[in-house]
């Protein structure tokens, strides 16, 4: 499975950005998908999750209220909402994919597909 993130850029802070994923395969359907991110010197952390309908959703405390995921099973997409974005929020984006719905959001080793990454960066 190949996936391709877009939509990164240079944002002011309180503006907007949305990411989008894209993934090669129709399985996409049955995945369980994430966005994470990776600052400068920082580990990778787990932004947002959504399982294999789109019926729930889960997101990581710096990001809860600000940020919404979607996901188009028709399109094989899984798009990032990102609203009031801030400094903090600097990073490059990956999205990944978990075949087997393990449900261990927070730990990358679960995710068997990546994607390219994405900038995103947010100035003051």
């Known amino acids: 499975v190949q996936l391709q993130a877009s939509g990164g850029g240079l944002v002011q802070a309180g503006g907007s950005l949305r990411l989008s994923c894209l993934a090669s395969?129709?399985?996409?359907?049955?995945?369980?998908m994430a966005w994470f991110r990776q600052a400068p010197g920082k580990e990778r952390e787990f932004v947002s999750g959504?399982?294999?309908?789109?019926?729930?959703?889960l997101y990581g405390k710096s990001v809860e209220d600000r940020f919404t995921i979607s996901r188009d099973n028709a399109k094989n997409t899984v798009d990032l909402q990102m609203n009031a974005l801030k400094p903090e929020d600097t990073a490059v984006y990956y999205c990944?994919?978990?075949?087997?719905?393990?449900?261990?959001?927070?730990?990358?080793?679960?995710?068997?597909?990546w994607g390219q990454g994405t900038q995103v960066t947010v100035s003051s």
């Open positions: 959504i399982r294999r309908s789109g019926s729930s959703r």
């Open positions: 395969e129709r399985a996409f359907n049955s995945y369980y």
């Open positions: 990944a994919a978990d075949p087997r719905g393990s449900g261990l959001w927070y730990s990358p080793e679960v995710y068997e597909y």
